[in-house]
């Protein structure tokens, strides 16, 4: 599945949600279902800078794709940040560079979070590109 078809999918699955309580409910339920990340990984190099929690994030450079692994001390920072992993995590670099995330206002997200979480969000994303950058350069 391409990056484009995970994001229509969780449009998709985000309309069909009544009100916020519901998408935070199901932001926090993708929190849990992640991995995490091993004490070790829990680094200031993958911690992402501007979260109000703190979030890792870890990438490995595989068969020409980039795999994300995250974690996160906070519930919703965490769900946010397994939903961008499951998006984006399984691809190549310039699929990741070529992709957008319009998909986070087509779901109302950035608005619903206040301004200091809107920027966590933020900088997730901008971490996410980063890693396909550095990837792409040493590949």
Partial sequence: MTIKEKQQETVEAFAFM???????????????????????????????????????????F???KLYFNADSDGILPKGIISL???IYSGHSTQEILDSDFKFIEEIGLQEFLSPSRANGLMAMTKQIKFYAVAFQLKS
């Fill in 18 to 60: 009544e009100d916020w309580e519901q998408k935070y409910e199901y932001i926090i339920d993708l929190g849990k279902e992640l991995k995490g990340l091993p004490e070790d990984k829990k680094i200031d190099d993958n911690l992402i800078k501007g979260c109000q929690s703190k979030v890792w994030i870890d990438a490995e």
């Fill in 62 to 64: 595989k068969d020409g």
């Fill in 84 to 86: 961008l992993v499951s």
